[in-house]
């Protein structure tokens, strides 16, 4: 802002002698007097006046009242050779009133999102609002005060699903037929943690990065010395999840450069969709697993010449999640007749579905990179010291989070074959092989994480619309990332 100039002041001897100054009461009314005056008899009269009302009383509540209050200072400080005068107020005000820059992502992603969203408040997900008998939530004035009891947790899992948008964001950008497997795995996973500011337990990779290829649909991420490249005519499944304080975000989907597959991955988004409206408190997970598969074998897909009737995978599902528990017990399926088992109010879940072209049925196969601890393994004895140092690797990095061997490789960690097939053999780690349909076969998975709010519904990995990220402190620029997701 521009700050006032005031004329240099001139000797009092150049204007007429002054005019008798009245008494002067003390307070607010003897203030506004000074002020009236000051301006009818001009600057010349300034020092008389506050000779004579220097000790005059100030009351307590007008500002600068206390020690030395009973002395008026002047308004303003001369500053340089020409005359101006700066008012120290307006000095504070100016720095007050001047807005921070917003902080812009690095391109490739580096900033982590805390930095990103300095307030420490995180972008809502998608809101979605129940059906039929649980309208009433979204007016409930008691479900909003729970909700408000619980904002530290949404956050939480707020920002892990930041972390995940960003990141999947910049990796769809870089994907191109000839990437190596383990340089794309690598890069997503530096990233996650750059984001995220990994801190152990605390924060980061909630598992290994999912990065299955054509008639493998699920649990494969390269070992150390893979050479496996991404193909052209390649359909690879991208599943990946991050989390902040045990809170999981696992979320996915498919990438497939041939546009001769773009059915078969719209079969596998729609049936993913079609759940996540369905999901709601109280409602049946096999109510849910028959939309989908309505949805999911509504769909053709032809393939070099040969047309091939869409599959929902019967023996994939999607699951409950826990506080550092990827699958906590409830299993959302993709084909009608599942569990009569209800979803309810606070759970997460992950609504995941698989279209394929092969028999809709998968099976282990190929080489394990997968393992995870189980979560309810109580003490069990080892008598195999290499087992026991490696368990107490997985406890402090990884507890009951899955993991992979190339992050035991990262850590350091050296000759553990053996070691890690005692803990499996003795039901303290569980492996988790590929799941493959028949080979030649083609499989999509898409993938949301969603919250049941006591008053909506949160697809917590998906975007909230674009208005709403401009709240949050991104301008038009920044939001425009969250533009065309799954």
Not at 72 to 86: R, T
Not at 323 to 349: C, D, L, N, W
Not at 451 to 462: A, H, Q, Y
Request: net charge negative; charged share 25%.
């Amino acid at each position: 802002m521009s700050l006032p100039v005031t004329r240099k002041r001139e000797s009092i001897k150049d204007h007429d002698p002054p005019q008798t100054i009245p008494h002067i009461a003390p307070g607010m009314d003897g203030l506004f007097f000074l002020s009236s005056f000051m301006m009818a008899e001009g600057n010349s009269q300034l020092n008389n006046l506050l000779e004579e009302n220097r000790t005059s009383e100030i009351p307590s509540h007008v500002e600068g009242a206390g020690e030395g209050a009973g002395e008026l200072s002047p308004p303003s400080q001369k500053e340089g050779d020409g005359g101006k005068e700066v008012s120290k107020k307006k000095k504070k005000k100016a720095k007050s009133k001047k807005k921070k820059e917003l902080i812009e992502q690095t391109d490739p992603p580096s900033i982590s999102v805390i930095d990103l969203f300095p307030s420490g408040d995180f972008p809502e997900g998608e809101i979605q609002q129940y059906k039929d008998d649980n309208l009433w939530r979204t007016t409930s004035e008691e479900k909003r005060e729970l909700e408000r009891l619980q904002k530290p947790l949404y956050n939480s899992v707020r920002r892990a699903a930041e972390v995940h948008r960003q990141v999947r964001k910049y990796i769809k950008g870089i994907l191109k037929p000839g990437m190596l497997m383990t340089d794309l795995c690598e890069t997503l996973e530096n990233t996650v943690r750059k984001l995220i500011t990994e801190d152990g337990l605390q924060a980061g990779i909630a598992f290994p990065t999912g990065c299955s290829l054509n008639w493998v649909a699920a649990h494969w991420t390269p070992n150390s010395g893979d050479k496996t490249i991404l193909q052209y005519d390649d359909v690879m499944k991208l599943d990946f999840g991050t989390h902040v304080d045990g809170y999981i975000v696992d979320c996915a989907f498919t990438v497939a450069f041939n546009p001769m597959f773009d059915p078969l991955l719209e079969a596998s988004r729609e049936a993913t969709n079609t759940g996540i409206k369905e999901a709601g408190i109280d409602v049946r997970l096999c109510d849910i697993g028959a939309a989908i598969q309505e949805v999911m074998e509504s769909y053709e897909v032809e393939i070099n010449g040969k047309v091939y009737q869409v599959k929902s995978i019967r023996n994939l599902n999607g699951h409950s999640i826990g506080r550092y528990q990827i699958h906590a017990g409830k299993s959302v399926p993709i084909v009608k007749g599942g569990e009569q088992t209800k979803m309810e109010e606070g759970e997460f879940f992950a609504i995941e579905t698989f279209a394929s072209t092969g028999k809709g049925y998968v099976r282990e196969d190929l080489e394990c990179s997968h393992y995870m601890k189980n979560f309810d393994v109580g003490h069990i004895p080892l008598r195999l010291p290499r087992a026991k140092q490696l368990l107490a690797t997985i406890n402090k990095n990884f507890s009951t989070l899955a993991f992979c061997r190339r992050y035991l490789d990262r850590l350091g960690e050296t000759k553990y074959l053996m070691a890690l097939k005692n803990l499996c053999d003795s039901g303290i780690v569980q492996p988790y092989p590929p799941l493959c349909d028949v080979k030649g076969s083609y499989v999509s998975q898409f993938e949301h994480t969603i919250l049941l709010r006591p008053t909506c519904k949160e697809v917590i990995s998906k975007v909230y619309d674009r208005l709403k990220m401009l709240e949050y402190g991104l301008n038009s620029q920044s939001s425009a990332q969250y533009d065309n997701e799954l």
